[in-house]
Nanobody, 123 residues
Framework: QVQLVESGGGLVQAGGSLRLSCAASELTFSGYFMAWFRQAPGKEREFVARITRNPIGTYYEDSVKGRFTISRDNAKNTVYLQMNSLKPEDTAVYYC????????????????WGQGTQVTVSS
């Protein structure tokens, strides 16, 4: 059974940093595009960042460009999201997702999801 397990969330002050991790199991990890999404209370799930199977191509939602960095280590079956200069509006549950044939921003096109990790940024 495929599992994606996120970790690294927490409470941080505005301007601080967090590094999220998502470890995959029972998945041919290097064969999947990976992405991070987030969902704030009362809002729809939104795309944050994605990365190609080989960790060369990345793409970011405009509001996180220059602050967040997505990366992956295929040897460790793990994808990361380094978040710097955090803002209160970044507060959300962050999810990692995997897709075998889709490299885009539509959350419903991703096949596998983690349980989410809470990120709270205080002002």
């Amino acid at each position: 059974q495929v599992q994606l397990v996120e970790s690294g969330g927490g409470l941080v002050q505005a301007g601080g940093s967090l590094r999220l991790s998502c470890a995959a199991s029972e998945l041919t990890f290097s064969g999947y595009f990976m992405a991070w999404f987030r969902q704030a209370p009362g809002k729809e799930r939104e795309f944050v960042a994605r990365i190609t199977r080989n960790p060369i191509g990345t793409y970011y939602e405009d509001s996180v460009k220059g602050r967040f960095t997505i990366s992956r280590d295929n040897a460790k079956n793990t994808v990361y999201l380094q978040m710097n200069s955090l803002k209160p509006e970044d507060t959300a549950v962050y999810y990692c997702a995997a897709a075998a044939r889709y490299y885009g921003s539509i959350w419903s096109e991703y096949e596998y999801w983690g349980q989410g990790t809470q990120v709270t940024v205080s002002s």
